[in-house]
């Protein structure tokens, strides 16, 4: 019995984890649309 709880709540924070790290990967993303953007407007005033 403690052996599917252990791998319950191991396979529970693999899980989470997982979508923590998708969610910070769309951050960056979106972080970096902003500066290449920013970029590109800079350069079309120039």
């Not at 052996?3 to 972080?31: E, H, R, W």
């Amino acid at each position: 019995m403690k052996k599917v709880i252990i791998a319950s709540l191991t396979a529970m924070f693999v899980l989470t984890g997982c979508n923590t790290f998708k969610g910070l990967g769309q951050d960056v993303s979106s972080a970096g649309n902003a500066v290449s953007g920013s970029a590109q407007e800079v350069q079309n005033k120039i």
